[in-house]
């Protein structure tokens, strides 16, 4: 007996009301159908309409996930908007699966392969990302407001109750750096708070369907016949379950359909540990690293102070080794934190607390006297005073935080290196990272046996010679399964030839320095004032905020160019549309002329995202390697950019350098603004968060103070609900004999993942509808472990029925920027748009030209979801049974 079919429909990032995903056209009386709620909640439904009945022969069902990260314009949405801050970590998380090569076993993966070891290194920059973070945090606590802020008239100018560190008992010594460590540490609890309040998004896979007990609570009374029927059905059952795991070991060929890939809350948990401890160790060694070096520590002092620091450093060393341990780099569920996360948190308690003593006792005899170092009192007052013009900065900051970069770029040439070209790439970053340190000791002369170095050599002219040499790693030839013999589909090769985790973890690494030196130099610019000469005296911003502010400048202006040069390229590719369009000898009407324009200006967008998108990216991450090597040395050249005064380029650059410092003070409450205009307004949502839900998509594997996985719920959800209708008894007029995962744009990458995750049994009854889909133009090249084109062919694979026919139909336009064909063993339907280019049937108005929307409400849809209909509900002939 034929049965009914569900279409599951699924919609992408512009979080879809549910009525438009239902296709419910407002009616003009109060009987038109509305959506109801049918499962889930008001966050995650599914919604049909109401006038859907049961006997229809297709219903069509919404899954509305979209408030999972858009928000339903709520108090929620500010905190929220607050997860934009945190982008740096999404895109650090994000590089983890963009590795080439990921073995679809987890279990296979070794730490000395090539996908394990670039995992290593980048979950070592994700704790380095963090670090960076808490530099700045200590900059602004430690440095500008308890070292430089020492008078009442620049105390007063930070919120709260600070005036007391200017007095008395706080003024002496390093005491009051005790007080200023409470901005980094109050940061990490922020941040460990946040975390905490996410874990509501991370679902546990759900478990096997089951029937549900009749109502009225007792279980009626079965005959011996009922009795054997129920053993039948159990037998079949667990043989059913015994073909799909052994079809499943027998070709598991995805990462996506590891039954843990969404389930990592124990691996989460401890990751957090580690890196707000970790980030709790570096907070406290900028002050205890500076006190150690004015003021060396005897008696009291060095037994409280040595201890301390064999502490901090068997933190970050237990830190680095279980980075790469199985208890953080395999997902396995809801597991215990684990003696080792207790011991870390242990061990950073007692070091921070030997820290503070340290910083609270009074100074030694053995160095000069802290007061003399910092800056005099009244500077506010009388800029012109002795000592208010000179830097009084931290001693050794700048020095920490300017190395702290220049080892991140190396870590990034490591990263792209290792995923590229393998573990044989890893030398060139290797050697630069060992001969760097050596140089810098040479020219100090701390190398003995070895020849004085030039006195015109200094430190900041070696850090471009050995960043270029760890860069010739990223130039090696590819190879392994990051160099596919050859392309099958055009435009389908890998991003950024194999760099792609480098890429986007050095997008991370140039946001996350735009976002920490625009919070130093706000700070600073509101507790410093100006003299009469234009020189600013108070408080001295660090030298590496100053060549930050030029860097980002010219990175703006960088971007400018790349944005000139993809206008160019859709101009051109708009022109090639029309010509193809309207020939030069067409007499077309001015009317059909300009609806060509437009048709052809839809047409350039599609080529020009699915053709050039990538390639135009890697030209703005080749200037944000420069910018970053260039600027790693100018922080170390320990020369501000405005030291010249003459007119000429030094006055272009210090006015430059001005100019992205101001940028760069409003940079962090820009991004806020954006991101609370992604949760409240459809227009920018639409056009920044497809990059937001690209990279909330993933789970935090690599960082766990990243913003949540909204798939970490959508996933299983989808997962429970498919196989709970396909799975309820055949006379429940719930149940479905078949079912249509329709996915629109962001939509299709969630059903696939869902497809992947379910059993075989009940793949066998699904049909895959993607439409606006970007799984290969751009989730192929980008994560080609998951999507590429060795790996998506898994899922055609998957869907195939008893008859032997693929399971899949892709849905596409040449207008629509956002979708492309497949071309992995799928049904590709092209889908005419617009339907003309004037009014037909009567209608006055012109087709819509619907680009990335409406596909539903298309001809070739309709036309292919009937056909899919009745092939799902065709009856499958039962096996004979033998006679007795």
């Known amino acids: 007996m034929a049965g009914r079919v569900l279409e599951l429909r699924v919609h992408g990032v512009s979080n879809t009301p549910p009525d438009q995903v239902l296709g419910l056209a407002p009616g003009p009386g109060d009987d038109a159908p509305r959506p109801w709620l049918v499962a889930g909640d008001e966050v995650t439904g599914f919604y049909r309409s109401t006038a859907a009945r049961p006997d229809d022969t297709v219903t069509v069902e919404a899954y509305s996930w979209g408030q999972l990260t858009s928000g339903a314009r709520t108090a929620r949405d500010v905190e929220r908007a607050l997860w934009t801050l945190l982008l740096p970590f999404t895109l650090a998380n994000v590089a983890l699966h963009a590795r080439p090569g990921i073995p679809p076993d987890p279990d296979q993966e070794r730490w000395a392969s090539r996908s394990g070891l670039t995992a290593w290194l980048i979950r070592l920059f994700c704790l380095s990302l963090t670090g960076t973070l808490v530099l700045a945090a200590t900059g602004i606590g430690v440095d500008l407001i308890a070292w430089q802020c020492v008078g009442d008239d620049c105390l007063s100018r930070v919120p709260g109750p600070w005036e007391f560190l200017a007095h008395g008992w706080w003024r002496e010594g390093s005491h009051a750096l005790a007080v200023g460590l409470a901005v980094p540490l109050g940061l990490l609890a922020l941040l460990g708070l946040l975390a905490w309040r996410t874990y509501q998004y991370e679902a546990e896979m759900p478990a096997a369907p089951a029937a ?103 933190v970050v060393a237990i830190a680095v080794v279980a980075l790469g341990r199985p208890w953080l780099s395999r997902r396995a569920g809801d597991t215990p934190l684990g003696r080792w996360s207790v011991t870390v948190i242990v061990l950073t308690c007692a070091g921070v607390t030997g820290t503070v003593l340290l910083l609270l006792l009074p100074d030694g005899p053995a160095g000069t006297p802290l007061a003399e170092l910092r800056p005099p009192a009244g500077c506010i007052r009388d800029p012109a005073a002795a000592g208010c013009l000179v830097d009084h900065s931290l001693p050794g900051y700048d020095w920490v935080i300017a190395w702290y970069g220049a080892g991140q770029v190396l870590l990034l040439a490591a990263i792209g290196a290792v995923s590229r070209s393998g573990r044989r790439a890893l030398a060139a970053p290797v050697a630069a990272a060992v001969l760097l340190p050596l140089g810098v000791a040479w020219i100090a002369g701390w190398l003995a046996g070895t020849p004085p170095a030039p006195r015109w050599l200094d430190d900041w002219m070696l850090t471009v010679p050995a960043i270029a040499l760890a860069g010739v790693g990223l130039l090696l030839p590819r190879t392994g399964p990051a160099a596919p013999s050859a392309p099958r589909e055009p435009h389908a090769d890998l991003g950024w030839g194999g760099r792609g985790p480098a890429v986007i973890a050095g997008f991370g690494w140039l946001l996350g320095i735009a976002y920490c030196a625009g919070a130093l130099y706000w700070v600073t610019d509101r507790l410093t004032v100006g003299d009469p000469t234009g020189r600013r005296t108070g408080v001295v911003p660090p030298l590496p905020v100053m060549w930050a502010g030029l860097a980002f400048a010219v990175a703006v202006l960088a971007l400018a160019g790349v944005a000139l040069r993809a206008g160019l390229l859709f101009r051109r590719l708009r022109r090639q549309e029309y010509a193809g369009l309207v020939p030069a000898d067409d007499t077309r009407s001015a009317h059909d002329r300009r609806r060509c324009r437009d048709v052809s200006a839809f047409r350039a967008l599609h080529r020009l995202v699915g053709e050039h998108a990538i390639r135009l990216i890697g030209w703005y991450a ?127 990458v969630i059903c696939a993942a869902v497809i992947l995750q379910l059993p075989a049994r009940w793949r066998r009854r699904i049909w895959f509808f993607s439409y606006g889909c970007q799984l290969t133009r751009l989730y192929g090249r980008i994560f080609p472990a998951y999507f590429g084109p060795d790996r998506l062919p898994t899922l055609t694979g998957a869907l195939r029925g008893p008859a032997g026919w693929p399971g899949w139909t892709n849905f596409w336009r040449d207008t629509d920027p956002l979708g492309w064909q497949v071309a992995a063993g799928e049904r590709d339907l092209p889908v005419r748009d617009p339907d003309a280019l004037h009014p037909t049937g009567g209608e006055v108005t012109d087709p819509p030209i619907r680009s990335h929307s409406g596909y539903p409400d298309a001809a070739e849809f309709r036309r292919e979801r009937a056909r899919v209909t009745w092939l799902l509900r065709r009856p499958v002939p039962a096996p004979r049974r033998g006679p007795g």
């Open 212 to 314: 549900r007990a009749p109502a009225g609570g007792t279980a009626p009374k079965r005959d011996a016949a009922a009795e054997e029927d129920a053993a039948a059905r159990h037998a079949a059952e667990e043989g059913a379950a015994a073909r799909d795991a052994a079809e499943e070991d027998a070709v598991a060929a995805n990462p996506l359909q590891d039954h843990t890939f969404w389930c990592g809350e124990g691996q989460l948990r401890r990751a957090a540990v580690l890196h707000l401890c970790v980030g709790s160790v570096v907070a406290v060694a900028v002050p205890l690293g500076a006190v150690l070096a004015m003021d060396p520590p005897l008696g009291v002092r060095a037994a409280v102070a040595w201890p301390s620091v064999a502490l901090l450093v068997a």
């Open 622 to 748: 080749t200037v944000g390697a420069l910018l970053g090597t260039l600027g790693s040395a100018a922080a170390l050249s320990h020369v501000p950019p405005d030291a010249a005064t003459v007119p000429g380029w030094p006055m272009v650059v210090e006015t430059v350098a001005d100019i992205g410092d101001a940028l760069l003070g409003w940079l962090p409450a820009a991004i806020a603004a954006v991101g609370l205009l992604v949760y409240r307004n459809d227009t920018v949502r639409r056009s920044v968060g497809v990059l937001w839900d690209i990279g909330t998509f993933w789970p935090r594997a690599a960082h766990p103070l990243a913003p949540p996985s909204y798939a970490e719920r959508a996933v299983p959800e989808l997962q429970t609900r498919t196989a709970g209708l396909l799975a309820l008894g055949e006379h429940d007029p719930r149940r479905m004999d078949g079912i249509i995962l329709s996915g629109h744009s962001q939509g299709t």
